[in-house]
């Protein structure tokens, strides 16, 4: 697949959410984002709001719930997705079950998913992360056809903090094949706006992308968003 480097970073969620960031390291990643021309920035709900983030060109402020483990009451997660979008995110990646992603209980995934879409409704953007590296692909279809249930905005592979690891193309090829096959999948490249009005979407690979080979493997193989702690360095 032939990409541009401003193509890739239009799709680029620069994250910070390491435990000891401070306020000053989420401004710095925020004028990174906007020299590189980063789609989003994705920042501990701690961080929010951020003061800087006012300009109409500005990424997206994306937040996480539930994380990193995901052993959190539904009621929990809601809670703090919408706590967040009212300090400014618009983006919400939330941390499934893991245990319940595990022994493929879309019941229960979608029980406890409907509660944080309800929370945070659209036009919030809401990424479902699965942990896929935990996750056979019968469990990790499943996962998938959860979150195309609730209404979810994208699937996502992973926090980038279980040892079992972070993204790998096999686990994005499936989540992209399962909403393929459900008529869900958006093409690389669509806009949030038109995505939505399609009812389409995304996949996110997340966690361990850290040069420009891997992300374009991640998205050749179906992801339409990039989940990076290092956008400088894979973007030159």
């Known amino acids: 697949m032939e990409l541009t480097k401003q193509q890739v970073a239009a799709v680029i969620d ?17 004028a990174e984002a906007r020299e ?5 920035i994705c920042v501990s709900p701690s ?7 006012t300009r109409h060109d500005d990424p997206a402020i994306a937040t996480v719930a539930g994380f990193p483990s995901g052993k ?10 919408r706590f967040a979008v009212e300090n400014g995110a618009v983006e919400v ?8 992603a595990a022994a493929g209980d879309e019941n229960a995934l979608v029980s406890e ?11 919030v953007v809401l990424k479902v992360i699965l942990e896929t590296a935990v996750l056979g692909e019968d469990q990790l279809r499943a996962a998938v056809r959860a979150c195309i249930t609730i209404g979810a905005d994208y699937v996502k592979t992973s926090t980038g903090f279980h040892p079992a690891g972070g993204a790998t193309v096999q686990a994005v090829a499936i989540m992209a094949d399962e909403l393929e096959k459900a008529g869900k999948l958006a093409p690389f490249g669509m806009s949030e706006d038109v995505r939505r009005a399609a009812g389409l979407m995304g996949v996110k690979a997340s966690g361990g992308i850290r ?6 493997a991640m998205i050749e193989a179906g992801a339409t968003r990039l989940g990076v702690s290092s956008a400088r360095a894979i973007l030159t």
């Open 211 to 216: 040069d420009w080979d891997t992300a374009v």
């Open 72 to 81: 959190h009451a539904s009621l929990i997660k809601a809670t703090e997705a």
């Open 93 to 100: 990646d939330v941390v499934v079950d893991i245990a319940a």
């Open 36 to 40: 590189l021309g980063c789609g989003a």
């Open 47 to 53: 961080m929010l709001p951020i003061s800087d983030a």
């Open 14 to 30: 620069s994250t910070i959410l390491k435990p000891e960031a401070t306020r000053e390291d989420v401004l710095a990643l925020l």
């Open 113 to 123: 998913l409907m509660t944080v879409r309800e929370a945070v409704q659209p036009p």
